[in-house]
């Protein structure tokens, strides 16, 4: 008890938080669940998603250990025993059945690899009334436990019981609870088979063992405990993974009865009948995961969210002596050109007819969809039915929370269907119903069977396949919805009507446009890795892939961007059209700098590609930080480059701007520095951090994370590393590395501390215990739901080296703001609307753009320039004035400030220049004008359109109907409760690029 607690110790911060959300009604659950069963959920939830990769080997052995025999139980085991003969029977009758089952158009089947049939061992399971709570069996033999047993059953009832776990844990042992609460409620017993395990046993190990034990139910051998059971008698059951076998069977003895196939038994040519009845509980039908709920309903679920069979995370499981399989396969169960088959995904049966009546029932669980299906499916088929649909609860709910009235009702259904089938004399007929029953209540209602299921038996088809065939079948898909989307514009274009992109999310500061248009385009669709061929170094995004998922599926190949955005949640496609340069750019330049290709609707509802050395590349270069003015970017070719296991990560302590700004730019000439940038945490302290990858582990063996509750906030870690003068070095994982900013963002995330101006402390304890709310994707939630992005500083602008140390003055001084990011760009010349620097040595690129001066003559001033073509961002985030006319005139004055200096910002931020100033810097419109008329695209608003924001708008919104809104507190609660309704948090909980240690 004492190990219990002590587990639970670092669940504290989940525990709070589930407990808040649920006082407040915000979580879903909270609507249908009492508290303690919503923490339960989250809590097994939470231990089954382990910080750290555990082996197969090893969590079969914590979880398929015999807890013994105590209580009002019945345990007496039998093994089956099978000669040769018997052993070639079963054989046969599996390849005939398999053979016969394989669809048409399903995936090639290789010749299977067919396991030995051995004896199969069971467990006899009845009701023993008369013991107490805590007796232990007598002790007699398992022949006269079994006789004991069966002087307290009641009924004739045989339940041949097979248990869950994945295929690959749990044992009859661990399902006594279940097996007894069955016996007892239908006064029979149950035969409950301890089949074998993936993965050391593929497919068909276990449904070959299914059959044996049902032949030697029907047909004891000499030595059998019991005499011969009937037919009638018998019903299948399981739960998840043991559903998937009940049904399995089902299947394999309906297809060897349309071939009126026989088995030889015991040197016996026997039939091979019918059961009265199978009854699953949450059965597992469909083995690749395609079903939507396997996603959609995972926060009714404790089970974690389940991948299609090509993006499971198999490849991160620790070696053992039971996996990686020999030969090799994605799948525990089964190999994977067996994976669409009838006998493993079994929602894809062909035809259930002739079967016994089926009892299945459900929560909202990530099975849900699939168990929907095959219920249908059955009813279609002309097979009686009875379906339960459990508001609200989890996977296999009533064998977990069993103290439950939904438990009860279920156990309920389960067993007096069981016993309504085997013994019901004139009531046996069964009749199909379909019912939902209210998680709170247990009020019933009826379902309407026709709308159980909107997928049609060959549209379930598909969705299994398209799971196993990766990219070809995605890429389909992208063509389907490229197309829709390419249709929808064209109609706008023909119309003249103006539209907007619907994305989804963003990672912009600035505010939603006042402007609200009619016409919307939804591309948040496009939101896939279509391949990633580790030949050609190339991932196929779509552009709203964002850049934790890419990550995490470039890492596994041993790939990575060479530029990754330092946010999580920030797109390929926002890289690709807004401006992203982060930590690598000093040596890899923008985020398009890395992208070789891309697919784009015109405005016109053209589909073309650009890249940047065809007949589009004007397209490509112009497209490229022009916000979505020229057209909408659906598919990105970007590179990769060989990823490491981790980032020797080198701290440099300097004391002065000046000399921060020169060790940044001598470390752009160090080629073994992949990453590079700068933290000024006032003018006498700075940090110079560079990055170099490396598969080498330190010698302590110790690594550095920043992705936990308890981890430090990078920025807060390195100042802490640099209290000191000398080099400190520290190895920290690649994925780490790459969004160490993400908790915190950077820093901003300090500012909602003193939002609340001290009533939340700024300290280790609250920052781990509000870690959810912390990180970017929530804050940019915040910040855009509370309206406080009108208070906020955050803008980044490119300098030349020289200008910094008296930009940070300026801030310094003026704002007060620190601390500030540095980070080095390769800087790319003009036209363009990245952000570059004018210096007046570069006023010759200014007169070109004004049309005053010859393209070569700007060359030539570029060429005499010393700088290497570099130029240093500085990043400026912090709290301004609280009143909105200084908020505009101080950022106002940071442009001018900027302007002066040679320097430019980013457009992703607050943009308040005059048109003839935005123009003036970026080309008076000239170069833009001339590549929207020839693209169509004049209908579309201007780059200027998109990122200006009207003070006047600032004013209005800070003033208007919803002002009370507006104020502190109430601005910041607002945003925190639209935050949490967008449970961006579960994605950083889920994130797979975080490292976990092997055990």
Request: aromatic share 10%.
């Amino acid at each position: 008890m004492f190990k219990f607690f002590l587990s639970l110790l670092p669940k504290i911060p989940l525990i709070t938080r589930v407990a808040l959300l649920h006082i407040l009604r915000v979580s879903q659950q909270s609507k249908y669940l009492d508290l303690r069963t919503e923490l339960i959920i989250a809590l097994l939830r939470s231990f089954l998603t382990p910080s750290r990769p555990v082996s197969i080997s090893s969590t079969q052995r914590l979880l398929n250990r015999d807890p013994g025999v105590k209580g009002r139980i019945w345990v007496s085991t039998y093994a089956c025993p099978v000669g040769p003969e018997d052993a070639t029977a079963v054989q046969n009758a599996m390849r005939a059945a398999i053979d016969g089952l394989k669809h048409p158009r399903a995936p090639r089947l290789d010749h299977i690899r067919f396991p030995d049939v051995v004896p199969v061992e069971a467990e006899w399971t009845g009701y023993r009334a008369a013991a107490s709570a805590d007796s232990r069996p007598p002790l007699i033999s398992e022949r006269e436990k079994y006789v004991e047993m069966m002087r307290e059953t009641t009924s004739p009832t045989t339940v041949l019981y097979f248990h869950g776990g994945a295929y690959y844990l749990m044992d009859p042992a661990t399902h006594r609870p279940t097996t007894k609460k069955l016996a007892k409620l239908t006064g029979g017993r149950c035969y409950s088979v301890r089949y074998r395990l993936s993965p050391q046993h593929a497919f068909p190990s276990a449904v070959m063992d299914a059959l044996v034990s049902y032949l030697g139910l029907l047909y004891p051998p000499p030595d059998a405990y019991h005499e011969p059971v009937q037919p009638q008698h018998i019903v299948f059951a399981g739960d998840s993974a043991g559903g998937n076998l009940s049904l399995a069977l089902l299947q394999t003895l309906l297809e060897l009865g349309r071939q009126n196939a026989r088995i030889s038994w015991h040197g016996v040519e026997r039939e091979l009948p019918l059961p009265a009845g199978v009854a699953v509980n949450s059965p597992w039908v469909d083995m690749t995961h395609s079903s939507p709920s396997c996603q959609a309903n995972a926060d009714f679920d404790y089970l974690p969210a389940l991948q299609s069979s090509e993006s499971s995370h198999q490849s991160e499981i620790p070696p053992c002596e039971a996996w990686p399989a020999n030969p090799p396969r994605t799948s525990l169960y089964a190999d994977d050109a067996y994976l669409a088959h009838p006998l493993v995904t079994v929602m894809l049966a062909r035809s259930w007819a002739g079967s016994p009546p089926v009892y299945i029932c459900t929560g909202w669980e990530l099975l849900a969809d699939e168990d929907k299906y095959t219920a249908a499916k059955f009813r279609a088929d002309g097979v009686p039915v009875v379906f339960e649909e459990f508001e609200a609860m989890p996977h296999s709910f009533a064998l977990i929370f069993t103290d439950l009235e939904g438990s009860r009702r279920c156990f309920a259904g389960w067993a007096g269907f069981i016993k309504q089938v085997v013994e019901g004399g004139a009531e046996k007929t069964v009749e199909s119903r379909f019912t939902s029953v209210k998680a709170k209540t247990l009020e019933e209602t009826q379902l309407e069977p026709e709308k159980l299921t909107p997928y049609t038996e060959e549209q379930a088809r598909e969705r299994v396949y398209a799971s196993m065939k990766r990219g070809g079948q995605k890429m389909e898909r992208h063509k389907a919805v490229v197309s829709k989307i390419s249709s929808t514009i064209r109609s706008y274009f023909q119309r003249g009507e103006p539209y907007r992109i619907f994305h989804g999310s963003t990672n912009s500061t600035r505010p939603a446009s006042q402007k609200q248009l009619s016409g919307r385009v939804d591309i948040s669709q496009l939101c896939n890795v279509l391949s990633i061929d580790p030949v050609r170094r190339v991932a196929l995004v779509e552009p709203k892939v964002p850049m934790d998922q890419l990550v995490s599926a470039t890492l596994p190949k041993g790939l990575v961007p060479p530029v990754v955005m330092e946010f999580p949640g920030i797109t390929a496609g926002g890289g690709f059209s807004g401006t992203a340069g982060e930590s690598s750019s000093f040596k890899h330049g923008f985020f398009d700098d890395t992208v070789d290709r891309v697919e784009m609707v015109l405005a016109d509802g053209q589909i073309v590609e650009a890249t940047p050395t065809n007949e589009l590349s004007d397209l490509f270069q112009g497209a490229a930080g022009a916000v979505g003015t020229l057209g909408t970017t659906t598919l990105l070719e970007v590179r990769l480059m060989e990823a490491k296991r981790f980032v020797r990560t080198r701290y440099i302590r300097t004391h002065s701007v000046a000399e921060a700004v020169r060790v940044v730019m001598e470390e752009t000439n160090n080629p073994d520095n992949e990453y590079l940038d700068g933290i000024l945490y006032s003018k006498n302290h700075g940090v110079v951090v560079t990055g170099q990858l490396t598969d080498d582990t330190p010698e302590n063996g110790k690594v550095q994370t920043f992705s936990g509750a308890w981890d430090p906030w990078f920025y807060l870690h390195a100042r802490t590393q640099t209290q000191q003068s000398q080099e400190r070095v520290e190895y920290v994982p690649l994925g780490e590395y790459l969004f160490r900013y993400d908790r915190g963002g950077f820093w901003v995330g300090a500012a909602a501390f003193r939002y609340f101006k001290g009533l939340v402390p700024f300290n280790k304890l609250t920052r781990w215990w509000l870690d959810d709310f912390l990180h970017t994707r929530m804050m940019y939630r915040a910040l855009h739901g509370s309206g406080e992005s009108g208070r906020l500083i955050i803008q980044d602008v490119a300098m030349p080296p020289q200008s910094v140390e008296e930009l940070v003055n300026y801030t310094g001084d003026e704002l007060n703001i620190w601390p500030l990011w540095l980070c080095p760009l390769k800087r790319r010349g003009p036209p363009t609307f990245h952000p570059f620097t004018t210096t007046p040595r570069r006023e010759k690129e200014r007169q070109l753009l004004r049309g005053e001066q010859t393209q070569q003559t700007a060359e030539n001033g570029r060429e005499k320039e010393g700088e290497g073509g570099m130029m240093l961002n500085v990043g400026v985030w912090g709290w301004g004035p609280d009143c909105p006319k200084k908020f505009v005139q101080k950022n106002r004055e940071l442009e001018q400030v900027v302007r002066d200096l040679g320097g430019m910002k980013w457009l992703y931020a607050h943009t308040y220049y005059t048109p003839e100033e935005f123009w003036g810097m970026y080309g008076n419109h000239e170069w833009y004008s001339k590549l929207r008329e020839k693209y169509q695209a004049t209908n579309l608003p201007t780059v200027y359109d998109k990122v200006y924001v009207d003070p006047k708008q600032v004013e209005e919104k800070v003033a208007g109907r919803h002002w009370l809104l507006k104020r502190w507190p109430l601005a910041g609660l607002v945003g925190i409760r639209k935050a949490i309704q967008s449970k961006d948090y579960l994605l950083h909980r889920n994130a797979t690029w975080k490292y976990k240690e092997t055990k």
